[in-house]
């Protein structure tokens, strides 16, 4: 199968748009008519362009509130579709999109309707052009995919066919079932939206919040399986409407769209069994066993404080690399890798972002399958000069120009720290803090980049995606959404915020782009934790007393137990059974900080907790504190 775009999907002129469609690797474009109508130039000039980017036009849209209308409106609706047939014929386009009446002077009927599109079948055949119907899930007669089939059954014209669209179908709950018995040759367009599941009128949740498969929550899967019983082997077409698509880079938006046809494509033939041509098969999701380090690229000033935190911590210098100036942090199963080498991809990333988290790098099964799959997805590899004897660990860019890297045990990159790094003895009569492994790591983001990032893991990982969650901040509101492994080995929580007051966003402004602001590790005994953490000097982040007092008002915990979370500032939430307690480290100088936390048979994480550790935070950067 063929993919293409519509150009409504896109920020830009369209010019602009044209060019990051093509970059994207696309074959087809659909013209939105908005963006031909300001393009200073003629359908011509269109033309030419496009045939130079070795693009096609695949349709001309919207004509609307054409079918059912009674005269004088009726024989007006025809000449406006004359005229829309002398603009196709100058862009070179034969298919024009006709979406489902809204008008409320438009009469109902199937057979009316039907007669209506016969006719202009008809008048489109003599120019060598054809017609598409399309049932908008808020159009005042037909709004149902089976009714707009019906139409142009009974039209049984050859040059009128029907548009499928998954964002109207599915939005509405329509049955998928009598879309399999639909004749594939019939059907002239599909085009592919999905969404979050919302409480609005169709309208407004088309025109806004519209996504690309994979960043939604629609059954677009379910959808695919059904028109892939049809026969259907033309082309796919994204239609988006989205505010967050608006305010991108076009190249951006246009790449997420590629590379979300390869991975809904990838995985209805996974689930079929069924080959899609045109698409490469690609290696199956990465499974993350775990995080194997997080690397920090730091001047020697950041460093040395860092690393004394990192001494509060509870961590131990295990290792120094064998030609760079870095140095490997341990405790329980966390590494950290503080690098303050002068040359090579650290370097260049501190100076633009300073001191913060570079890169990432997960515990995969097979790493050479990951970084093929990714490449396969159009993520950008990345690779630099090594040392003579050294891992060369492949890696791709990931978010805000960091790196994700992968290791496996199967191979060499399992010896890691053995081969790059020479190890340093860690004294046994040294007590650690108790941390044990990586809970989860929060990146924050532009608002605009959080659905890029989503669909980056989530095409890219065997991970799954929570709902959208609206958290509190003292400067706005921020969104966040978690992608995660089913067991927890790997855990991301993504921010981002349309407020330039939160701190996330602050965080953003201060490190030049997104990035991680914090790191959660996971404490077999937190209490113990806490006070070695007390005990080792390291600030921790203050919570009012009244948390506590309404603690003990909101759950069942003992006077004992709520005294004992009050002197250790220590944070509680509960599920059902299950418990959550977290405490904050203060934030260094560029906003970054560690969360300490304990589950006990918890799958969340603290939500109703995160307006007071926010707000804490707030009153420490008001004071001078850390800008966070």
């Not at 179908?169 to 979050?196: C, E, K, S, W, Y």
């Not at 602050?506 to 006070?531: W, Y």
Request: proline fraction near 4%; aromatic fraction near 8%.
């Amino acid at each position: 199968m063929q993919t293409a775009i519509a150009t409504v999907c896109l920020s830009g002129t369209l010019d602009e748009k044209l060019e990051a469609i093509a970059a994207a690797g696309f074959k087809g474009v659909e013209i939105f008519e908005t963006d031909l109508i300001g393009f200073s130039g003629t359908p011509s000039h269109v033309r030419r362009m496009i045939e130079d980017l070795g693009l096609r036009i695949v349709t001309f849209q919207p004509f609307r509130d054409f079918e059912g209308m009674p005269e004088p409106q009726r024989s007006r609706a025809f000449s406006r579709a004359e005229r829309k047939f002398d603009v196709m014929q100058e862009l070179g386009c034969d298919l024009l999109l006709v979406c489902s009446n809204v008008s409320e002077q438009s009469l109902g009927g199937i057979d009316r309707a039907a007669a209506d599109f016969h006719e202009l079948g008809e008048r489109a055949a003599r120019r060598g052009l054809r017609v598409a119907y399309e049932a908008l899930a808020w159009g005042r007669h037909v709004n149902d995919y089976r009714d707009a089939w019906e139409v142009v059954r009974r039209a049984a014209h050859p040059s009128v066919g029907l548009v499928l669209d998954s964002f109207h179908t599915l939005v509405r709950n329509t049955d998928l079932a009598a879309m399999r018995a639909i004749p594939g040759d019939r059907i002239f367009l599909v085009q592919i939206a999905d969404a979050p599941k919302l409480q609005m009128d169709y309208l407004s949740w088309s025109r806004h919040y519209r996504c690309f498969p994979g960043q939604g929550e629609l059954a677009v899967d379910e959808f695919m399986e059904a028109l892939l019983a049809t026969g259907y082997d033309g082309l796919l077409s994204h239609e988006i409407f989205s505010d967050r698509f608006r305010a991108g880079s076009a190249r951006s938006v246009a790449l997420d769209g590629q590379r979300s046809f390869l991975f809904l494509l990838d995985e209805l033939r996974q689930r079929t069994g069924a080959p899609v041509p045109g698409i490469p098969a690609l290696p199956p999701r990465a499974v993350c066993r775990g995080i194997e380090f997080v690397e920090f690229a730091m001047d020697e000033e950041a460093a040395g404080r860092f690393e004394t935190l990192l001494q509060g911590l509870g961590f131990r210098k295990a290792g120094l690399h064998k030609t760079k100036a870095v140095t490997r942090w341990a405790q329980g199963d966390i590494n950290i890798v503080v690098n303050t080498d002068k040359e090579g991809f650290a370097h260049s990333f501190q100076i633009v972002h300073g001191s913060t988290v570079c890169a990432i790098a997960l515990r995969v099964d097979d790493a050479a399958a990951a970084i093929e799959r990714a490449v396969s997805l159009l993520d950008r590899p990345f690779s630099q000069p090594v040392g003579p004897g050294e891992l060369n660990i492949p890696a791709v860019r990931g978010l805000g120009g960091s790196l994700l890297y992968f290791v496996d045990r199967k191979s060499q990159l399992g010896r890691l720290w053995e081969v790059d790094f020479n190890a340093i003895a860690v004294d046994p009569r040294e007590e650690d803090a108790g941390l044990t492994s990586y809970d989860h790591i929060s990146q924050s983001m532009h608002d605009e980049e959080m659905l890029t990032w989503l669909l980056f893991y989530t095409s890219l990982l065997d991970v799954t995606k929570t709902r959208v969650q609206d958290v509190v901040d003292p400067g706005g509101v921020v969104q966040s959404q978690v992608v995660a492994t089913e067991d927890g080995a790997l855990r991301l929580v993504l921010n981002a915020s349309q407020s330039h007051r939160t701190l996330a966003s602050r965080f953003i402004n201060q490190a030049f782009g997104a990035g991680v602001q914090h790191i959660a590790l996971a404490s077999s005994d937190i209490f113990r934790t806490v006070a070695r953490l007390r005990a080792a000097g390291v600030e921790l982040l203050p919570i009012p007393d009244n948390y506590y007092e309404d603690l003990e008002a909101r759950t069942e915990l003992s006077p004992d137990d709520i005294d004992r979370l009050r002197e250790s500032r220590i944070l509680y939430d509960r599920e059902g059974t299950g418990e959550y307690f977290q405490a904050y480290t203060a934030s260094m100088d560029n906003g970054f900080f560690f969360e300490i936390v304990e589950r006990r048979g918890y799958a969340g994480f603290g939500a109703v907790n995160a307006p007071i550790r926010l707000a804490a935070q707030a009153r420490l950067s008001a004071r001078g504190r850390a800008p966070a």
